[in-house]
């Protein structure tokens, strides 16, 4: 009893575990280093249009995640109201050291095992040269590859929190973010767009990542708020009190804005594919952020701004697969499909899905991107982009393998997520004791406070 | 000395203050108060689901003063503060044994 | 009586009224789509470097309006700050969605009829193909002008809400977005930058949208300000209590941020006259900031932030027609005269001007806008850039020029807002009743609040 | 004593200097600017690709300084945070005009005497054309360098201002920043950056500004500090009510966007050398915020959001002079160090330093800076950028050089600084009298509120 | 007439007013305040310093009613807002003279 | 038993409660109000006009506490709260016939 207690508190291990991670990495990596590096060599053309567009475009990225920080921080009540935001920003330190140290390696590496997993290749990045052309796009080095994926690893992690705010542990979370993106994140990403991945070999399409980001983390904040359970008074008192709703419509701004560097970064160029995945973008979360106030305002009575906010994110969610393939026509469905039916996710199938999806990363994230990824194998138009046909335009089949990629991410990712989450439970307690959930976590966890007025 | 103390609606502040000052009060202290009455609150909306939020935003205005300035106060601010409608709230008097004005420690009347 | 109540009951028009429009343009382009998709040619050489930059511009200018509805909502009262800031965000969606069914085609289509409206040739954007050229900018494609071009049409249209906050109803809102881009954008674009547009053939000098953007949004929320009237208690109570100041710093810095794009974008690529662009941008929006600064602080003896914010919008504005033609000294002056006049407008103008501008957009916009192009006639140095020439480079032609198009727009501008808010006041209503200003918007239009502290 | 006392009254001499240098100047180069301006020439080369790059990177520069802003205005008490964010909001405007007039020219013109001041050669720009390529990357012109360069000097000034919130008088601040400018910053860049620079000749290694920006900055804050005297009830009483940590947390996220603007956009080029910066900087970054958020779990049992951003900045700072020229390994190693030490100087030293650097500018960023100058001659791997070779790849003679130039900047830095700051104290007092400090910045500088709820 | 001052959790907000409500109880004015008491307060922690803040928030109930519904108002409030821990709270009673209703201007208990 | 309320300077609020801990009172509550006085509040510009903002912040302080103690308790607030300015703000005493301690259920001069 006593041994458990003691392996509970978190803190301590913790601590030790990254120090030394940390610490052992950066010596074997230091003695290593020298032989790998004379291996530099010659220098071929790049394009320094299409490297400062996917330089800009990681920067893009980047900046979602403490967008979806401040998306998620604004609508939870105001004791909590840091601790949320922090999950998302931890996420980006964390997700950034790992995928230097092994993440990148695993999930972009040649391929080790299966199309399901990449080698340790490029662990550290040692074997890796400034000069040194992608290679999922010879125009470009690999560094700037290696970061603008990074930055997608980053956010599909902060994207998890969202289902599991307001309660669970700060420490239990660090924990969380570095096994994921090992065991879930980096196969996932190896599978649907490493070359030789499993599903990339099959055509999947998934070009920016409904599959691999959203569908992702959207089963995983499932699985989460399932182990986890729900927040005191959840559907009996009204803990529904978004401190600062300005802060989730700055939030989805910044999305808004940074996603045109996940979603038209994904060409990897700046040439014309960029620019109609930019167009379908911006339509999409458009038709999206009308599609949810219509339905809210049928049902409702009234459009509210967090509704215009949260459709135009199931928009942007929606159109991700699809971005690098669809047409303008294709893509003002799409979004507006999405916003109502995340909306209707949202209100009639999440009251009776008896988990506490605390700020509905399932209905959004998952269904979006589940809905994103069927779209794309019926909208993908071959005057787009020749790499995709989808039904509408005679090929029926893509549907199927559309199919399979999305039952097998998400079957994947719930299943792993579950375990990972039940383990941590057991091995140092997932969630806050009931009376640091009732005083708030931003003095518990941080001892700090959001607002001092 | 009585404390009379005002629950009004809180865009009333002002006028209510002005009507004061008219009648010679210059001292009135004001605190933001939550209601629940007669008036009833409103909705929120969350993300499709619907919260009633009961209470309703009031000023409570608090002024100490001479037995003999409760009446006009009272009148006065019972105009000043009335629209009519439900929700205008109420005035409530109750005893004040002493007073002291802490810059010159004056006490009694001569402190309100 | 009763049939006039049941049409201002907005709500049940309205949301048919969009999945009607949407839907049979969306059933209808699905049919037409295949016709025009064989159409796609041959791929000529674009520029990776201006696809960069003019993409990266987009973006740029897309986070310019969520940052005006922060500069708007951080000024307004605590009860209408969700509203104010929504106000420009359903302006994107809104936009967006028109942008692509007809609004680009109208605004920059091949002309139409006269020099003033485009033609439907680009309706839904189904004759126009990814790999097309720009007709603007043989280097860019066609898609990437459509978004840069539609991020100027949506924050034009935000614009105009900033008259309008406090008391305008959301719905007569949406509806004023969708007619007045059509009828009074589009038409306006055109004329002074279409391609055999009739300013554009006179030599009408407006870079980044003096006239197109300022002076039409700024007269227009001039119209808008009389037909609704005043807010209750305007220059009677005080009901200027700006609820958190830090929005508008905040919207005022995305702002700045953004306008890069807005400006030196326009140059379609990133060559020395973006730079310029660039460069003129700053120093006038410096010094316009320091004029307001010092304005204010010689009259009311203090120098307020909102005033340095205001200020550097002011000059934001004035240097949008000059951005491409002037000279850095040339800058410094029309940023630090436009400080001045601005701060003018607002302090002894405004309060006789019996009209209720509640967030100052003609003062700032118009009246801004106005001086800017016609420092543009003054300052247009040749060595910036051939195509302009102004007074004191030897041209005065060039003022008579620019006066015209002032004065058109304007008149245009006012008039035809004036009958769109009038008519929809008729129709349904422009102002929300009296008991739910008192309230608060954000309660009565959306049943939210703000803040939950 | 009456004159003094009308001297003090800072007010009216201000705003007179102001209109006089502003309008003096500018009719001046009016007269000058037609001799000049005949003298445009050949237009060669210029790459797109690069251009577009460093136009994106100065306006992600720009945005870093509302960000510090933001950053800082979190921390302060709800009576300052006006006044706060507008110290760096104004510092842009100021140094945005000064840099036109003369600060560019000081800075990076032609080295005029021994390598620590430009010439007067590009005052107010005159003699600097649109098509003119940069003396300092041949491939962009050199209105843009102009502009990047601003955007480096704004921000040093603004980081400043960290030192002296809550108590400088505002008027005092606005001289402080021309003068400092002037003074300290421009030779400053000239020795370490300019061609011909002291510094630069003797290979001292700064990429992006550890010993320009960071140092000079942490070190006029301290004398800032020293000068201005501590605020009332320092280490007495709690005067530490960050009254809005969001906005802390919002300007950290937009300093690490803006960032890679700063380090990645310090190549001037969009080319490996650019990805790599971006990629250490974004890894030493993550690196510091874990550092900072272990070291602080470990002493003080809490992780806070503050000490998580106060890491990544410090991360940020540390990797700024490091950036082009270390591996990955090594800016982790660079950003763990960083943040723990800066926490060690925060919790330890400076509480012994007697001086009340408010934000911790010395701590952070002159600290900080040290260990980036310091470590860039340890680490810097010659197979990233040839031009430098750290200690731990066979030169330790790099570290002397790296030494000598910290000493020297630190030294002149505060130095001048200290001077400076007590010289405008002597002639219009540098400190808001006490009942203003008591009643707060907002109110007694600005006649307005942070919050109105 | 008295005023029943009820000093509680604010978490309990509800719980009192819906078994107040549940005893014919209308009319409650409540107000956010910081308690000092026995409970103790939080550290804070701001780089490494900590900071104590003794004050806790809690929220304040006034009710004013008739003298024999005291009884049972101060009843329904013991039970419905205790948790048994520390810092649960105080009722106070005290005496009020007059109320009257603004919108009616009725007068003494038909006022409250 | 008798409620002291004082309506003090904010920034003294601290003072006032070290030195009424030291006069052994564990009990306060404290309630952010704003004051209509004698003192004068201040000017607030936006974009060139000029309000008036007349209220000035103030903090309540509200002691309930046994008949005896109370010539303690207001010396000890007009010594700790005063800083001789216009503004010190005000000390009123009035009765409390009952407190109520809701955890344990004490009464009287025992539940304060
Ligand atoms: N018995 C009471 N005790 C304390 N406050 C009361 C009482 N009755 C009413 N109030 C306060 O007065 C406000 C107005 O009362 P309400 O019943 O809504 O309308 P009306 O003033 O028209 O009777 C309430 O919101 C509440 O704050
Ligand atoms: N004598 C008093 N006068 C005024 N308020 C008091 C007094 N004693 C306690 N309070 C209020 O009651 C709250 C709870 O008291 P506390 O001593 O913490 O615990 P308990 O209620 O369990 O005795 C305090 O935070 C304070 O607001
Ligand atoms: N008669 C009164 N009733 C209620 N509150 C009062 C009264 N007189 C003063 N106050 C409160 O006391 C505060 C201080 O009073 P003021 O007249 O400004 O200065 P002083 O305390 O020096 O007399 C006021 O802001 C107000 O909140």
Request: proline share 3%; aromatic share 12%.
């Amino acid at each position: 009893m006593d041994v458990i207690k003691k392996i509970k508190n978190f803190k301590i291990p913790l601590i030790y575990a990254w120090s030394l991670i940390g610490g052992l990495s950066l010596v074997m990596f230091s003695w290593i280093s020298p032989v790998f590096a004379d291996a530099a060599a010659k220098v071929p053309a790049f394009s320094a249009g299409n490297t400062a567009w996917v330089l800009a475009s990681s920067a893009l990225v980047l900046l979602m995640t403490p967008g979806l920080g401040f998306f998620y921080g604004g609508m939870v009540r105001r004791k909590n109201v840091l601790n949320t935001i922090s999950l998302s920003f931890i996420a980006i330190a964390t997700v950034s050291v790992i995928w230097i140290l092994w993440g990148y390696s695993l999930a972009f590496g040649p391929d080790a095992f299966g199309g399901v997993i990449g080698s340790l290749k490029y662990i550290g990045l040692l074997a890796m040269h400034e000069t040194q052309h992608s290679r999922y796009d010879g125009t470009i080095p690999s560094y700037v590859y290696v970061m603008f994926q990074l930055m997608f690893a980053v956010i599909t992690v902060a994207l998890i929190s969202g289902s599991l705010v307001e309660r669970i542990k700060f420490s239990s979370w660090l924990v969380f973010t570095i096994v994921w993106l090992t065991i879930v994140y980096a196969p996932v990403a190896q599978a649907v767009w490493g070359l030789g991945g499993l599903f990339q070999k099959m055509g999947a399409l998934d070009f920016a990542g409904g599959t691999v980001v959203h569908i992702d983390a959207g089963v995983a904040g499932l699985a989460g708020a399932i182990v986890l359970g729900k927040r005191k008074g959840y559907m009996k008192e009204n803990i529904v009190q978004p401190s600062q709703l300005g802060y989730t419509i700055l939030g989805g701004a910044l999305l808004w804005f940074g996603w045109f560097g996940f979603n038209a970064g994904s060409a990897l160029e700046a040439n014309p594919l960029a620019t109609s995945a930019f167009l379908v973008t911006n339509t999409a979360t458009a038709a999206a952020a009308i599609g949810w106030m219509i339905a809210e305002w049928i049902r409702s009575g009234k459009p509210t701004t967090l509704g215009m906010v949260s459709g135009a994110v199931a928009g942007l969610v929606a159109i991700t697969p699809a971005s690098g393939f669809v047409n303008p026509v294709g893509s003002l469905i799409i979004g507006f499909v999405a916003g109502i039916l995340c909306y209707s996710m949202v209100v009639l199938v999440k009251p009776k899905l008896g988990a506490d999806d605390a700020l509905d990363v399932f209905s959004v994230h998952g269904v979006g991107g589940i809905w994103g990824a069927l779209a794309t194998g019926l909208f993908a138009d071959p005057l787009i982009n020749s790499a995709g046909r989808g039904l509408f335009y005679g090929n029926p089949g893509q549907m199927w393998i559309q199919f399979l990629t999305i039952i097998t991410v998400a079957a994947y990712s719930f299943i792993m997520s579950y375990i990972i989450f039940k383990v941590i439970d057991k091995v140092m307690g997932l969630r806050v004791d009931k009376e640091s959930e009732a005083i708030g976590l931003d003095i518990t966890q941080h001892d700090e406070a959001g607002y001092n007025f | 000395m009585k404390k009379i103390e005002a629950i009004i609606k809180p865009f009333k502040i002002d006028d209510v203050k002005e009507a004061l000052n008219g009648i010679g009060i210059q001292g009135i202290t004001v605190t933001e108060v939550k209601g629940f009455g007669r008036q009833k609150g409103h909705t929120e909306l969350y993300r499709g689901a619907e919260y009633r939020v009961d209470f309703v935003p009031k000023a409570k205005m608090e002024i100490v003063a001479s037995d003999d300035q409760v009446p006009d106060i009272v009148e006065t601010i019972e105009k000043s503060a009335k629209t009519g409608n439900i929700g205008d709230g109420k005035i409530f008097i109750s005893p004040v044994e002493e007073a002291v004005r802490i810059r010159t420690g004056e006490k009694g009347e001569a402190a309100v």
